[in-house]
């Protein structure tokens, strides 16, 4: 691992481009105008226990319900994922990535914890975005890798009818409602910025901002944008969960005289990760399946049966 703070001189004079995956682009603004869901910022601390329970909008809008149960397999493992992986490499090297992923109403057994999906740039950038799912409300999160040695969540907001109307919409006609986000490098500051586009005002919100050093500690700079999930014991069942799915991925690749954002495709060193290789959740017959309707710009995560 590299020092979070050195970045090639080139790429910190560049221009920073604001192509969106939706239709006309959007203003980008100048924050976030949900503060009020927050329930959760850098400035306190993350109490699982305290999150609140399904509302009565919750109730009523669980489109993909399947309950609160558990898989046929066992895991095997208390932590596994799938998904899309690029490493930061020659001769693209990555400052950002964007995407449109699923947010729904589902919860997860007690002990179990799912984030999915999750993303985050190749690199040194400090900001994860996704979806948590576990006991309780569903929260649509940044973290920030560069608090702290382990990381610490600094913006989570629930699922509601408020967060709904504004951020979540039918993107490919399958029913799963999806959020449009971006996680990049700002040239300017040197920091990193976590973005989430408003369907409703059609504008780009600035939902954090922070800069850092990231830890050696962790396992990968590669980029990331899947299935994650942690698991009581290697003896717990799968857990039963609602289909994820995430489409449009794209990385703001710097290279010299060729900097834009592309898509996910293996043209640009990007690859699946961890399929499903050993582990009883992936296995086709009994756990997970992910189905690729354009490789890898375009993953869906559902159970058989």
Known sequence: MHNRGTFNIMRKFRSLAVTA???GDGQRTGGDST????????????????????????????????GRGYWKSVTGSTHFFAGT???????????GIMANNTFTFFEVPSGY???APTMRPAGTDCLEIGAQYSTGTPLWYVFDLCQGTSGNFVVQKPLTSAFQSAYLRDLTGDGHLMYT?????????????AWLYNYTTSTWELIAEFGGTYPSGWASENAWDMFEEY??????????????????IQMYHYSPGNSGW???????????????????????????????PREFAHWIETQPG
């Open 21 to 23: 995956l939706v239709a």
């Open 35 to 66: 503060t009020y869901l927050n329930v959760h910022d850098q400035s306190r601390a993350y109490l699982l226990g305290n999150r609140s329970r399904f509302g009565s909008f919750e109730r009523n809008h669980r489109p993909f319900s399947r």
């Open 85 to 95: 992986t690029k490493a930061n490499s020659s001769p693209y090297y990555d400052d």
């Open 113 to 115: 914890t799912v984030f």
């Open 181 to 193: 986000a971006e996680s990049i490098l700002n040239p300017t500051a040197q920091d990193w910025q």
């Open 231 to 248: 698991a009581p014991s290697t003896t717990s069942p799968c857990a039963d969960i609602q289909p994820a799915e995430s489409q449009g």
């Open 262 to 292: 592309v898509s996910a495709l293996p043209q640009y060193n990007v690859t699946q990760w961890d399929l499903p290789s050993g582990n009883n959740c992936w296995n086709t017959d009994m756990g997970y399946v992910l189905t690729w």
